[in-house]
């Protein structure tokens, strides 16, 4: 296992769990307790965010969109679960991006994607991946509880959970640095270039609840299994996020495959990949700071195989 690990060629951070666990725990590049860019693994956060309104009957997963945005192209007929699975038939209009174009607020950049969406009824119900979707869930977050995104996963996550090595990209560079954040690179004509932070940043903002947070393999073993084995979330309100609604390789966040669930990011310079049985016990945790054009898919590929091993006796 360390063996085949080691053969990823990544330069980061590894956690393995079995049966509650650790299992392993060691660093191929930086240390065990680094933290980096999650990307959309993310996603699953901000989905069981949702899914907890739900629970409290502030929100419905058959709820409209146009309950929260009247203005989005297709918000009557888009549910609160389209936006969860990726099947809402809406996308960014061609060449644009999320977001303004410098960082203003939140509220600002929620009004500007509006103008920048478009709607297909005939993708309505069919699988496509956007990040707009979350995005939108996040506003909806924050009319439903009237706390910003991140002041609300803070009181959701990082404050219950006591996470030493998670922060907000956009937080001040001492904050990050007491998380264990590092910098990250990308490789571009064969030499590792550092990425800018204030580019990343941006993104971040643009991207809030699909790619906004940095943290540690063990901080996100944390938040993964408070959402997959606690009482956080009821096992109803589980077998409804992630099982009932087509198509059901996608829900809340997570691939949803036989044996296991998967979440991938990647982004600014980060890679993180995240598997975990559907109990939570057994967990794989991959996450580093050097990416480069056309690793991704290979390594993802390779961890896959590795999660299958990991699993073959569960």
């Not at 309950?67 to 969860?84: C, H, K, M, T, W």
């Amino acid at each position: 296992m360390r063996h085949a690990i080691d053969h990823l060629g990544v330069k980061g951070s590894v956690l393995a769990i079995r049966n509650g666990k650790t299992w392993l725990k060691f660093a191929t590049g930086n240390q065990v307790d680094t933290s980096y860019l999650i990307n959309s693994v993310q996603k699953s956060m901000t989905a069981a965010m949702i899914m907890r309104e739900v629970q409290k009957g502030k929100l419905k997963l058959s709820t409209k969109l146009s309950r929260f945005y009247e203005g989005i192209p297709g918000a009557d007929q888009v549910r609160i679960s389209n936006l969860l699975n990726m099947t809402s038939g809406l996308d960014l209009k061609p060449g644009e991006k999320l977001g303004e174009d410098i960082f203003r607020s939140d509220e600002d950049n929620f009004q500007t994607d509006i103008k920048k969406t478009s709607f297909n009824p005939k993708m309505l119900g069919k699988w496509h991946y956007t990040s707009i979707n979350y995005v939108y869930l996040c506003g909806i977050l924050t009319q439903l509880t009237h706390k910003s995104y991140e002041q609300l996963f803070r009181d959701t996550y990082i404050k219950p959970l006591h996470l030493k090595q998670t922060e907000f990209l956009w937080s001040s560079k001492k904050k990050l640095l007491a998380s264990n954040w590092v910098p990250s690179y990308e490789k571009v004509d064969g030499q590792y270039q550092h990425v800018p932070h204030a580019d990343a940043i941006k993104d971040a903002h643009d991207e809030l609840g699909a790619g906004s947070i940095v943290m540690s393999n063990t901080d996100l073993a944390k938040v993964m299994q408070l959402i997959l084995t606690s009482n956080f979330l009821t096992n109803k309100s589980r077998e409804l996020l992630y099982h009932s609604v087509a198509p059901s390789y996608y829900n809340g966040g997570f691939y949803n495959l036989k044996r296991y669930k998967m979440a991938n990011g990647a982004g600014e310079g980060y890679y993180t990949f995240f598997r975990s049985t559907h109990d939570g016990k057994t967990m794989l945790i991959v996450q580093a700071n050097h990416t480069a054009k056309g690793k991704f898919v290979k390594i993802k590929k390779k961890i896959n195989r590795i999660m299958d091993f990991l699993t073959y006796f569960d």
